[in-house]
């Protein structure tokens, strides 16, 4: 078993995985997955605590939007995300 096969959901096959960047390095993701998930799968995990939207740890940059909560938005083959800057909700 290789890395990523251990969360193939049942109906799916491996041709539906794409690729996002993280920090400039691909990370896999499943249609539907969400960035944090992605993430802690790839074991590139962002801050993460509540994984539910709540805590606001998990803010990430998305392809120059900061504020992003990786644990409520889906992946999107070809996005860039960077888990450095950490910012709390939009004022
Ligand atoms: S982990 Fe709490 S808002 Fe994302």
Same mark, same amino acid.
């Given at each position: 078993?290789t890395a !990523?096969?251990?969360?193939?959901?049942?109906?799916?096959?491996?041709?539906?995985?794409?690729?996002? $960047?993280?920090?400039?390095?691909? /990370?896999?993701?499943?249609?539907?997955?969400?960035?944090? =998930? =992605? $993430? $802690? =799968? =790839?074991? +590139?995990? @962002?801050?993460?605590?509540? !994984?539910? !939207?709540?805590?606001?740890?998990?803010? /990430?940059?998305?392809? !120059?939007?900061? *504020? /992003?909560?990786?644990?409520?938005? @889906?992946? /999107?083959? *070809?996005?860039?995300?960077?888990? $450095? @800057? +950490?910012? *709390? @909700?939009?004022?």
């Amino acid at each position: 078993m290789t890395a !990523g096969t251990r969360r193939l959901p049942a109906g799916r096959v491996e041709e539906e995985r794409f690729t996002f $960047l993280a920090d400039g390095v691909p /990370v896999a993701a499943w249609p539907g997955e969400s960035i944090a =998930a =992605a $993430l $802690l =799968a =790839a074991a +590139r995990s @962002p801050a993460y605590f509540c !994984g539910m !939207g709540v805590c606001w740890q998990c803010t /990430v940059a998305v392809d !120059g939007e900061v *504020g /992003v909560r990786a644990c409520m938005t @889906p992946a /999107v083959p *070809g996005m860039k995300v960077d888990t $450095l @800057p +950490r910012r *709390g @909700p939009k004022a």
